[in-house]
């Protein structure tokens, strides 16, 4: 166990939805990452908070937002959700926004089914 | 930017011992960390090499060698638990993620 948590752990939705995923990061750590990873793919790089403020962006698309609040959890905001949204989105969070130790506590994933 | 090339899948057999190679094109990074992953679930951390060399966990040790653009995560004494998918990321100079390859897929055989 991480120490990381995300919820739903399953979600299965229709095209066109809006859907709301959420993550606790470990207990002191301050950043929050957010990748997706569809099939048989490699992790993507959404979106990162320290702290409460967007520090780095990577592919998301405009339909995707997120959020860090005070008490450092995170949501995603998935909306207009399309067939190639499916995937599984992984939430991981370290204790500062420098990684000096190349080391991100994963959450167990919320996978994400839009039918 | 970043290129991570890793092979898509390698099997062995119980004992064997395993290389994953992890090639790459960046214009400079701090280090180059490796994660496992089993069937769907939670990446886990094995190791990250921010200098040359090599560095031993337990069965797993990983190397890196900037002169040469590549890393490898070495899998020795395989067990079939270590069926799994297993990532090399880097932390890009002047980045604040980890960027990740698409993995190699690693079937230990009895």
């Known amino acids: 166990d991480s120490g990381v948590t995300q919820t739903p752990k399953h979600l299965i939705t229709a095209t066109g939805q809006r859907v709301t995923l959420r993550c606790s990061p470990r207990?002191?750590?301050?950043?929050v990452y957010w990748y997706q990873q569809s099939l048989d793919q490699g992790l993507q790089f959404l979106i990162q908070?320290?702290?409460?403020?967007?520090?780095a962006k990577g592919n998301i698309l405009e339909r995707f937002s997120a959020q860090q609040f005070p008490d450092l959890h995170s949501e995603l905001n998935l909306s207009s959700l399309e067939l190639g949204d499916s995937a599984l989105y992984f939430c991981?969070?370290?204790?500062?926004?420098?990684?000096?130790?190349?080391?991100?506590?994963f959450g167990e994933g919320s996978r994400l089914t839009v039918l | 930017g970043q290129s991570l090339e890793q092979p898509s899948e390698v099997t062995a057999v119980e004992g064997a011992i395993v290389q994953i190679n992890c090639t790459y094109q960046?214009?400079?990074?701090?280090?180059l960390s490796w994660y496992q992953q089993h069937d769907g679930g939670a990446p886990t951390f094995l190791s990250y090499?921010?200098?040359?060399g090599l560095e031993e966990t337990g069965r797993f040790s990983s190397f890196l060698s900037r002169s040469d653009s590549y890393g490898y995560l070495l899998l020795q004494e395989l067990q079939m638990k270590d069926s799994a998918s297993y990532f090399c990321?880097?932390?890009?100079?002047?980045?604040?993620?980890?960027?990740f390859g698409a993995g190699t897929t690693v079937t230990v055989r009895a």
């Open positions: 960046t214009s400079g990074f701090y280090g």
């Open positions: 990321a880097v932390l890009l100079l002047g980045d604040y993620k980890l960027s």
């Open positions: 207990s002191g750590d301050l950043s």
């Open positions: 090499n921010a200098l040359d």
């Open positions: 908070y320290y702290n409460g403020e967007e520090r």
């Open positions: 991981a969070s370290s204790p500062t926004g420098s990684l000096s130790t190349g080391e991100l506590f």
